[in-house]
């Protein structure tokens, strides 16, 4: 049985389905090329991440397809129900790429907070002309260490952040509709653990109370943070999106920046991607990342294994 990784597969996936006797493609097939590539070469899995999707249109013509796997949490770009419906197996990773995600996250918020991405930027133009200019300019950098931290869904991928904000010394308030409560486990490097309690509490309590802001929340129809939820939020709060592209109102986001009500923003997926708009790149109050969340090797290596093994109970 063949498998195509339409858009690539860790080598520790690769080996793992090799070793239980599929054939794993990793060419790169075009969208309006795939629903021919997969009859001509009789696929029976195809696998994707983000950049492919699976419609209703390819389900229906592909009958030999069995199982539809998406190599990371959200699903959004394959009609799943449907899928489902027509008797094939849908498969994702929903735990492999959480810390990847959190990691990411504070990677955005420490680099804000000293006004890392301003400097990586000037220090190459300026560093040598204008060096005490610049030391003056991001000399008010902030701690994380007791602010708090406000957490928009808490699923996985929430409460991994999570994880790292207690492990920075923050205080994390959280919303998630479906979650009154959840205990966090956070390992040590010498085997000790401690657990920590969270109860969730209102959206509006939690942009009340968070000097940062992180949302971990699925693609869905209206904005989650949008102008009314930028005004109940803290004065020169500052605010991540490494969730999904159309949670954010991205205008209403540039006019907080800019009123300076929010401080400043990081942005790992955006609304028009793969072409985000130009303000958005040129706004020196952005930190930004091209989607690379999961982007980890260790992510893409839990990735590939786990849809391996998923593939390989199913179907063997």
Excluded: W
């Excluded at 389900?59 to 030999?64: E, L, T, Y």
């Excluded at 020169?236 to 986001?253: F, Q, W």
């Excluded at 130009?278 to 706004?283: E, K, S």
Aim: charged fraction near 25%; aromatic fraction near 6%.
């Amino acid at each position: 049985m063949k498998v195509l990784a339409n858009d690539g597969i860790s080598q520790s996936g690769i080996d793992a389905l090799e070793k239980g006797g599929f054939e794993v493609i990793t060419t790169t097939v075009a969208q309006e090329q795939l629903i021919n590539y997969i009859n001509e070469k009789d696929i029976t899995v195809l696998l994707v991440r983000s950049a492919t999707t699976v419609r209703k249109d390819l389900i229906d013509a592909c009958p030999n397809l069995k199982i539809i796997g998406r190599g990371g949490v959200g699903m959004d770009n394959i009609d799943v129900e449907y899928a489902r419906e027509q008797g094939r197996s849908v498969i994702n990773t929903p735990a492999a790429s959480s810390h990847s995600v959190a990691e990411l996250v504070f990677g955005h918020l420490f680099g804000l907070a000293r006004f890392l991405h301003n400097s990586n930027r000037d220090m190459p133009l300026e560093g040598d002309s204008n060096f005490k200019g610049l030391k003056k300019a991001y000399a008010k950098g902030s701690e994380l260490k007791g602010k708090t931290l406000g957490v928009l869904g808490f699923g996985r991928i929430g409460q991994a952040t999570a994880k790292v904000a207690i492990g920075a010394g923050m205080k994390v308030v959280a919303f998630d509709p479906f979650m009154d409560e959840a205990n966090l486990e956070l390992d040590f490097f010498d085997g000790q653990k401690l657990n920590f309690n969270i109860k969730t509490i209102s959206k509006e309590d939690v942009l009340k109370q968070a000097d940062f802001l992180t949302l971990h929340v699925p693609a869905q129809e209206n904005y989650v943070i949008g102008k009314s939820e930028l005004e109940i939020m803290k004065d020169g709060a500052i605010l991540v999106n490494a969730a999904r592209g159309g949670v954010v109102d991205e205008v209403a986001l540039v006019e907080a920046i800019t009123s300076g009500k929010i401080a400043r923003a990081a942005l790992d997926v955006f609304e028009k991607e793969p072409k985000p708009e130009i303000q958005l790149l040129m706004n020196p109050s952005l930190s930004l990342t091209p989607h690379t969340g999961a982007a980890t090797n260790e992510a893409q290596d839990r990735i590939g294994t786990e849809l391996a093994d998923q593939i390989i109970s199913i179907l063997k």
